[in-house]
């Protein structure tokens, strides 16, 4: 079966707590077992992981080099100045969808560039949780067909 990563960067795991009407009250863990059970609908294995760490979600990305067929990621604040993130994005070329609960586009001015879409397929924002549920069934099109 296809897999597909799922990876969750910077203050995430507060899902639910943090800053609810920015980020919504749905928390980190629901939103992995629901792209699971997506996953499992379309025929794709998911595995979800969360870091606060630059290096651990650079070594998740190198890792999933070659096991994983697309990657789902919230780069969290390191969307808009991890350089290391990006290359490592960028190294493995694995087909990946950039997903953000808020709108980053309608926010402060330093959320606005993201040094992680230009080496993405595409970018997800301001939609919430459904935004990964929108990127899992973008790369469940591209893998599957
Ligand atoms: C975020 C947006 C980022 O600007 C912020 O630093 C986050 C979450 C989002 O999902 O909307 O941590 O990636």
Known sequence: MVKVLVLHGPN??????????????????????????LGAELNIDVECAQSNHEG???????EAMDRFAGLIINPGAFTHYSIALRDAVAAVGIPTIEVHLSNVHAREEFRRHSVVAPV???QIAGLGALGYALALRALAERLNG
């Open 56 to 62: 651990v979600l650079v070594d998740r990305i190198h």
């Open 12 to 37: 995430l795991n507060l899902l639910g707590r943090r800053e609810p009407a920015v980020y919504g009250s749905t928390t980190l863990a629901e939103i992995d077992r629901s792209l699971v059970a």
């Open 120 to 122: 993405a397929v595409g």
